[in-house]
C-alpha cells in the first residue's frame, strides 16, 4: 500500500533557529501534499497545500514566510519553520495524494516540534 | 466542502460492535463520505469512504441513509487497539483536493 515517511518524528529547537521537516512518498507518486499542524487535544487544521513544481497554496491566517514548503519533486515535500517560536510547539503531519489512483490520503506519522 | 457534525466521545465495550453516527445534511451530489481514524499521536489512518452505497472493507461497515444527509461508521468488533478519534470528512472525490478534519469522535473501548 502506499506508504509516506516523515521525517524527524521529534525535534527540539531553541528560539529563532529554523527546522527542516521531510515528508517521503516511498511507493507512489505524490502528485499534491498537505500540511498540516495540531495543538494538544484538538483537531487537525490544514496549513498548506502544496503541487510539484509549483508554489504552495497557503490556508488564511498561515503565514507563508514563516511556513516554507518546498515540493520539489513527486516524492519529496519539505515544511520549513523558520525563526520558530515557543507557540511554534506542536505537531505537524503531511499528507500524500497521487494523481488518478489512489482515492484516499496516506498520512505521515507526524513530527512532534518543540521551540525552547 | 460540507461539514459533518459528530458526538464529541463515545464508549464501546470490547469485542462489541461500535457505531459511530455523522451527520452531514448538507452533503453535495458529488460529495464522498470519508472516514480516519487517528491514534494518540500518530498520524491519521484511512478507514473507508463512500457515495451512495453501504461500503465494507477489512477494517469497518459504512451505511449511509439513502437521503445521504448522515452515515454510521460501524466497528463490528471493537478491540482496546480501536481507541481512537474517529474523523468523518465529506468532500468531492478526487486525491488532489484537500481534507478538512472536523473535531471527530472520541472512541473508547473499554475492557
Known amino acids: 500500500g502506499a506508504v509516506v515517511s516523515q521525517h524527524p518524528s521529534w525535534v527540539i529547537c531553541k528560539s529563532g533557529t529554523s527546522v527542516k521537516i521531510e515528508c517521503r512518498s516511498l511507493d507512489f507518486q505524490a502528485t499534491t501534499m498537505f500540511w498540516y499542524r495540531q495543538f494538544p487535544k484538538q483537531s487537525l487544521m490544514l496549513m498548506a497545500t502544496s503541487n510539484e513544481g509549483s508554489k504552495a497554496t497557503y490556508e488564511q491566517g498561515v503565514e507563508k514566510d514563516k511556513f516554507l514548503i518546498n515540493h520539489a519533486s513527486l516524492t519529496l515535500s519539505t515544511l520549513t519553520v523558520t525563526s520558530a517560536h515557543p507557540e511554534d510547539s506542536s505537531f505537524y503531519i503531511c499528507s500524500a495524494g497521487a494523481k488518478g489512483g489512489y482515492y484516499g490520503y496516506t498520512f505521515g506519522s507526524g513530527t512532534r516540534l518543540t521551540v525552547v | 466542502d460540507a461539514k459533518t457534525t459528530q458526538p464529541t466521545s463515545m464508549d464501546c465495550a470490547e469485542g462489541r460492535a461500535a457505531n459511530l453516527p455523522c451527520n452531514h445534511s448538507t452533503i453535495s451530489g458529488n460529495e464522498y463520505v470519508y472516514w480516519y481514524r487517528q491514534i494518540h499521536s500518530q498520524g491519521p489512518q484511512y478507514i473507508i469512504h463512500?457515495?451512495?452505497n453501504n461500503e465494507t472493507n477489512e477494517m469497518a461497515s459504512l451505511i449511509i441513509t439513502e437521503d445521504r444527509k448522515s452515515s454510521t461508521l460501524i466497528l463490528p468488533h471493537a478491540t482496546l487497539r480501536d481507541t481512537a478519534v474517529y474523523y468523518c470528512?465529506?468532500?468531492?472525490?478526487?486525491?488532489?483536493?484537500?481534507?478538512?478534519f472536523g473535531t471527530g469522535t472520541l472512541l473508547a473501548v473499554q475492557p
Open positions: 463512500g457515495l451512495k
Open positions: 470528512i465529506v468532500r468531492v472525490g478526487g486525491a488532489t483536493n484537500k481534507l478538512i
